[in-house]
């Protein structure tokens, strides 16, 4: 709500200094230059997941990579059983990314 009220240029600003943030904690991302790492950030979306939400279902390929910039996801198995929490900062997806 705070950022919604502030100029677009401002508002344009704090979003690719949010972006650059969770680029840079991924070791694919830090060899970028402040340049690519903006324009990145102007074809980036943002989707918001409540509890319990499948953001991938099993046995899905991954098209992109998702970064957790609030909260936590948990990574299942074929059974649901978990194997992996994600917190803030970091991503998944990026061997998609890595292989396209």
């Not at 992109?64 to 059974?79: A, D, Q, W, Y």
Request: with cysteine; proline share 2%; glycine share 8%.
């Amino acid at each position: 709500q705070i950022i919604a009220s502030l100029p677009s240029n401002i508002q344009q600003q704090v979003h690719h200094e949010l972006v650059r943030k969770l680029l840079l904690n991924e070791e694919l991302f830090r060899k970028y230059n402040k340049g690519l790492l903006n324009a990145l950030s102007e074809v980036m979306e943002s989707y918001v997941f409540s509890p319990a939400d499948v953001i991938i279902a099993t046995n899905t390929m991954i098209s992109g990579v998702f970064f957790i910039s609030h909260g936590e996801i948990e990574v299942c198995n074929l059974t649901g059983g978990i194997v992996e929490i994600l917190g803030e900062g970091k991503a998944f997806g990026l061997d998609a990314l890595r292989k396209s």
